[in-house]
């Protein structure tokens, strides 16, 4: 494989290499000569990762690690293999430790913690034979509503973003993993969902320079081999409409090309979010779409369907798609196949040695607790004093699961001595009835983006819960939001004492007990306007 000849591939094969396909659970359950049928047949140039993708077959190291060597042996040219990664491998992989959110590391704001936790991705997909993540979320987070960045996001400042994610890019590619830096040109503005509906960065020109287009500016220039577009407009950047609506990112030259192939200078690969998303489908449908976004100058599709190949070649003896496009893309393919080294040896999956998982855990740590930002105290109720015993724990979240998420934090206070009851959700009239039996309350927020899909502001049981937080019980009550930190200033202004965490890890929900008991301090600075 090491002598590649590209100049010889049919033009299925070049089409093929513009491919991210997602893997389903019926593909993990193939044979190695039925996935060699299949690869044969859809010869793509990458396979993406993920747990809804997997199903149930893969759920540990060495099986996920296993099917992925299947692939690459079956493949006639080395795949890519992407996944997200956000915060490590875990989603994969249930005995790969879990990091922090990427929030939690803005607050932090410790550049070592930061190439600490991009080398901790990378030796977490190193251990399974990943190698290329499509993270991280390079957005900043300007709208307190946005739905999809949120704790995804280091937060609003460029020059914290700028300093600690081209920090984060170092640790990622120095332990060989090629990285994505996404959503081009920049969510985190509006407040509606790319995947129900196409979104826009409405920001000034002169603004997104100073923003977005400043942090992307500083990835490039540091290096990232990848960038993901959006199905975000940008209309401040854009003269072409369609029936008077500016085009995504995906679909748009002006943005793809123009803008960030040839203003910004990006000579890497240009990977479109995935293709089934409603921002996305609602312009041409599936099949012209696919070819739209690539005419647009995506050099590798995410998640298109397999009838674009066919779809593909007859756009190219149609005349609808230059060849010299489709050899554009293959050239960046291609160099970043070869710098990966793909086509030598020593690219299979290597065992999570001892030290490495310490490693992994460490690094959740640490950032877990440079992360953790006392918002308010009013009357000092923290660390905990002595002759507190008896604790109502509500976890406040849309889904019951959240109940059982949260039972490291019930076991950690435990460990400290408190008697803990766990209940998910509670309304005003129960807790007017039952709050005087508890010396303390705590509320664990939970809600955070896709859990589910959709605003992020509760509704139902849960806003039940935040009215009942809100008039009974104030006095003796800690708020805690283990996702989104914006929760204070929508809902929790006068709260005596709030704390914002960042995420559900295990790590956080330990550091968070270890905190308000007086083991250790809070030290996180928020990196937002508002929370």
Same mark, same amino acid.
């Given at each position: 494989?090491?002598?590649?000849?590209?100049?010889?591939?049919?033009?299925?094969? !070049?089409?093929?290499?513009?491919?991210?396909i997602k893997v389903t659970p019926e593909l993990t359950r193939s044979s190695e000569d039925e996935l060699a049928a299949f690869l044969a047949a859809f010869p793509v140039g990458g396979i993406f990762l993920c747990r809804e993708g997997l199903g149930e077959s893969v759920g540990d190291r060495e099986s996920l690690a296993d099917f992925i060597e299947k692939c690459q042996h079956a493949a006639g040219i080395p795949l890519f293999v992407a996944a997200d990664m956000e915060n490590g491998c875990?989603?994969?992989?249930?005995? %790969?430790?879990?990091?922090?959110?990427?929030?939690?590391?803005?607050?932090?704001?410790?550049?070592?913690l930061a190439y600490a936790y991009g080398r901790s991705i990378a030796i977490g997909a190193r251990s399974l034979g990943i190698n290329l993540a499509l993270s991280p979320v390079v957005d900043l987070n300007l709208n307190p509503l946005n739905p999809i960045t949120n704790i995804r996001s280091i937060g609003d400042d460029p020059d914290a973003a700028i300093r600690l994610l081209t920090t984060l890019l170092c640790g990622m590619q120095d332990e060989g993993l090629a990285v994505t830096a996404k959503h081009f040109p920049g969510d985190g503005v509006d407040y509606r969902d790319q995947h129900l509906v196409t979104t826009i960065n409405s920001l000034a020109w002169e603004e997104w320079q100073r923003r977005h287009g400043a942090v992307f500016r500083a990835l490039i220039e540091a290096g990232v081999e990848a960038v993901m577009t959006g199905?975000?407009?940008?209309p401040a950047r854009q003269t072409h409409t369609k029936e008077g609506r500016y085009l995504p990112a995906t679909l748009s030259y002006e943005l793809t090309t123009g803008l960030l192939k040839e203003e910004m200078g990006f000579g890497g690969v240009v990977i479109s979010d995935a293709l089934d998303m409603g921002g996305f489908l609602k312009w041409y449908g599936r099949e012209r779409g696919e070819?739209?976004?690539?005419?647009a100058g995506t050099d590798m599709l995410l998640w298109p369907g397999l009838r674009y190949f066919d779809a593909m070649e007859r756009a190219i003896s149609e005349g609808k798609v230059p060849m010299e496009r489709l050899d554009e893309a293959l050239a960046r393919?291609?160099?970043? !196949?070869?710098?990966?080294?793909?086509?030598?040896?020593?690219?299979?999956?290597r065992e999570l040695a001892a030290g490495e998982r310490d490693y992994v855990e460490e690094t959740a740590a640490k950032v877990t607790e440079g992360s953790l930002t006392l918002v308010c105290d009013r009357k000092g109720l923290l660390p905990l004093r002595g002759g507190l015993r008896r604790v109502l724990l509500i976890v406040v979240a849309a889904d019951e699961g959240a109940l059982a998420e949260m039972s490291?934090? !019930?076991?950690?206070? !435990?460990?400290?001595?408190?008697? %803990?009851?766990?209940?998910w959700n509670i309304r005003p009239?129960?807790?007017e009835v039952v709050h005087g039996d508890y010396d303390l309350i705590f509320y664990a927020l939970a809600g955070r983006p896709h859990s589910p899909k959709g605003p992020l502001s509760y509704s139902g049981p849960a806003a039940d819960s935040i009215w009942a937080a809100l008039s009974y019980g104030a006095e003796k009550s800690i708020v805690v939001s283990f996702g989104s930190p914006y929760y204070h200033g929508e809902y929790?202004?006068?709260?005596? %004492?709030?704390?914002?965490?960042?995420?559900?890890?295990?790590?956080?929900?330990k550091a968070v007990a270890r905190a308000v008991c007086g083991e250790i301090g809070f030290s996180g600075h928020s990196l937002m306007k508002r929370g």
């Open positions: 494989m090491r002598g590649l000849d590209w100049s010889a591939l049919s033009l299925r094969e !070049k089409i093929g290499q513009t491919m991210l875990h989603t994969l992989a249930n005995d %790969v430790p879990p990091l922090p959110s990427l929030m939690a590391l803005g607050a932090a704001g410790d550049p070592e199905h975000i407009s940008l070819i739209e976004c690539f005419l393919i291609r160099r970043l !196949k070869e710098r990966l080294g793909l086509f030598g040896p020593g690219r299979e999956a490291v934090f !019930k076991e950690e206070l !435990k460990a400290h001595g408190l008697e %803990v009851e766990a209940r009239a129960e807790l929790f202004e006068l709260a005596e %004492v709030y704390i914002n965490a960042y995420s559900a890890a295990p790590a956080t929900q």
